[in-house]
């Protein structure tokens, strides 16, 4: 679960690309590279066009029963101003319930001895959907969290920069 971990994060990252285009592309890049790290950690031969036909396909299942979200984060970066505070806010959440529930489904699969050339998307698609639901909940903590310690950190700088300038205007 540690590489799931940490390409959540990356793809929480690229969830912030301000393209909409440009920054699913990068999510769905993560999403391919998770797939070769478990293949490798595992210890399974693989194909990338074969990681990458599966997490397409994932994301296409997931897309077509929740494609307004998905739609509206990306396309809300259109909308000047509260547009891009609303994708920037929701993207990386969505980003990293899609990385979080494909990284878990590719675990499971090669937790059982199989390989992606055995991967059956049909027998996955409902528990993906799930693994979504519970991958944004575990984002969004995060998410919050880290917002938390850029604030507190924010406020430490803005304590010492305001040190600083008094001290210069009493020189």
Do not use: W
């Not at 059956?120 to 698609?125: R, W």
């Amino acid at each position: 679960m540690e590489i799931v971990n940490n390409n959540v994060a990356l793809a929480m990252g690229a969830g912030l690309i301000p393209l909409p285009v440009v920054d699913f592309a990068a999510i769905t890049a993560v999403q391919i590279k998770m797939g070769k790290e478990l293949a490798e950690h595992y210890g399974v031969d693989y194909k990338e066009e074969q990681i990458k036909g599966i997490v397409i396909a994932l994301l296409a299942a997931y897309t077509s029963t929740s494609s307004a979200s998905v739609v509206a984060a990306s396309a809300a970066r259109a909308v000047p101003g509260l547009g891009s505070v609303f994708s920037v806010i929701t993207l990386p959440v969505i980003a990293g319930g899609l990385t979080f529930a494909v990284g878990k489904v590719f675990v499971q699969h090669l937790e059982s001895n199989r390989s992606f050339l055995t991967f059956d998307l049909s027998a996955v698609q409902a528990g993906f959907v799930r693994e979504v639901e519970k991958g944004k909940s575990a984002a969004a903590a995060q998410a919050k969290s880290f917002g938390a310690k850029m604030v507190a950190a924010s406020d430490r700088l803005e304590t010492r920069f305001d040190a600083a300038i008094d001290s210069l205007l009493k020189r």
